[in-house]
């Protein structure tokens, strides 16, 4: 069982925007930064946001990154096909002393 | 370019130690930390504990203290990361990761490509 909690799959027609949610406690979200990555099939994680909102080079601005309290969220719009992979939220968890991952999120575009 | 290259597959018996590696290219070894982080079978990602290339400087995920050990070889810019004591749960993909670039110290901007490990009577 995963510290940070996202819905396990999320989905969308081309063109649409859809919202992934994470959600933690004052450890992890709620006292620190969200990093999202982004895990297409049969490859690596690769790093999506960080710092909750900010995009990598090379990442397009149809990613977006948000926090409130103690959940996170994901925004992609203008959905493609190639959006199709697995999301994971991330943060250091300040009682663990150390990063904690959520379960993931599988995106489908239909 | 930047890049991160892992060892190859294993398949270990349950109780037996397994160490992948992970060498890095393209950057100052020592400016920057490397993490490891599985991932079970159809399972998410887990994050089991970084290292500081530049002081040795080490931080464990809580639940594998004392099994895992993560190391360096500067003069080769390899990262080493051994679990011990294998379980049939310590089946997995284990990637290397660098950490501390640009976009934070919690971050993890470059991935090696993944080892399976195989742990099975």
């Known amino acids: 069982q995963s510290v940070l909690t996202q819905p396990p799959s999320a989905s969308g027609t081309p063109g649409q925007r859809v919202t992934i949610s994470c959600s933690g406690s004052?450890?992890?979200?709620?006292?620190?930064?969200v990093n999202w990555y982004q895990q297409l099939p049969g490859a690596a994680p690769k790093l999506l946001i960080y710092?909750?909102?900010q995009r990598p080079s090379g990442v397009p601005d149809r990613f977006s990154g948000s926090k409130s309290g103690t959940s996170a969220s994901l925004a992609i719009s203008g959905l493609q096909s190639e959006d199709e992979a697995d999301y994971y939220c991330?943060?250091?968890?300040?009682?663990?002393?150390?990063?904690?991952f959520g379960g993931g999120t599988k995106l489908t575009v239909l | 370019q930047v890049q991160l290259v892992q060892s190859g597959a294993e398949v270990k018996k349950p109780g037996a130690s397994v160490k992948v590696s992970c060498k890095a290219s393209?950057?100052?070894?020592?400016?920057?930390?490397i993490s490891w982080v599985r991932q079970a079978p159809g399972q998410g990602l887990e994050w089991m504990g970084w290292?500081?290339?530049?002081?040795?400087?080490?931080n464990y995920a809580q639940k594998l203290q004392g099994r895992v050990i993560v190391t360096t070889d500067t003069s080769t810019s390899t990262a080493y990361m051994e679990l011990r004591s294998l379980r049939s749960d310590d089946t997995a993909v284990y990637y290397c990761?660098?950490?501390?670039?640009?976009?934070?110290?919690?971050?993890?901007?470059?991935w090696g490509q993944g080892t399976m490990v195989t742990v099975s009577s």
């Open positions: 990761a660098r950490k501390g670039g640009k976009y934070g110290s919690q971050t993890f901007d470059i």
């Open positions: 393209g950057y100052s070894f020592t400016n920057f930390g």
């Open positions: 290292l500081s290339a530049y002081n040795g400087h080490t």
């Open positions: 004052s450890s992890n979200i709620g006292s620190n930064t």
């Open positions: 710092n909750t909102n």
């Open positions: 991330a943060a250091w968890d300040d009682s663990l002393i150390g990063v904690v």
